[in-house]
């Protein structure tokens, strides 16, 4: 018998969901999980957008929750999955630090193989050009779908699309490929300025095109040595109604210990 992926919040996790604000402080990973939501019937991959504007910091350990939350909600269908993490921003050590244990829980279940971008600069002995650079990405993205083996469902996650924009790779072009392609999904980051001045065209077409958006900026009332930033979640539409705008949560937060602690605006004692 053939396992599926989740194909929506079941009313036991919407209910659930409602619930969390009367918690101080939740997971990241928990209130992603309860949001993604892909259909077993789609022909096109889910595309989930993280975006970090004007904020240096956590950029990363949010990525990355968002992968756990995507694999840790494929579990409750036992769904095997194998991904190709392309590491453009940092080191792909810097990752898989905090995806290991996820990896080794899953027994077999999650694999995940690497393109290290910044590593593979240094080993070129000549500079590759924008052009020959999306060429590798795209044979590289194009040769790990075809060798998935069946049962398995082809993911993607890369981090980030701004560094190959600034690397003169046609970025528009390559997202282009993955969003027609067989994968099932695909995590994007995104690191940019706070008033998206100098944000090329790319962002917002991404955000539009994306079923969930994770948008992670600096606070509005300024600094905080207690919270690092604000983080809002919202969704394209919900299973149930297309046509209706789902409105975005949003969330103060903190990074603690490798996770990503989430606070309802005036939930906690933490931002006065």
Known sequence: MSQQWKSGPSPQRLHLCSHFRFFQAVDLCTLLTQQIAIPEER??????????LGLSASHEEVFVATISSLLSGSCDGEQATTSLLIAAKQPVERYMAHLNSLLHRSAGRHKISTFDLSESFLASPVTQSGEDLYNDLRKRATDFTGSVEEGRKPLIFLDDLAVLTD???????????????????????????????????????ARRRAELCVDVRPLDTGYSDAIDGQLTISQRHQEHSEDEPVKPTKFHFRAVDRRIQCYYPGASNLVS
């Open 43 to 52: 022909s096109l991959p889910y595309l989930i957008f993280v975006t970090s």
């Open 167 to 205: 690397l003169g790779v046609p970025s528009h072009r390559f997202l282009g490929s993955l969003l027609v392609s067989n994968l099932h999904c695909l995590v994007i980051g995104y690191h940019g300025s706070r008033d998206g001045v100098g944000d090329d065209l790319l962002l917002h077409l």
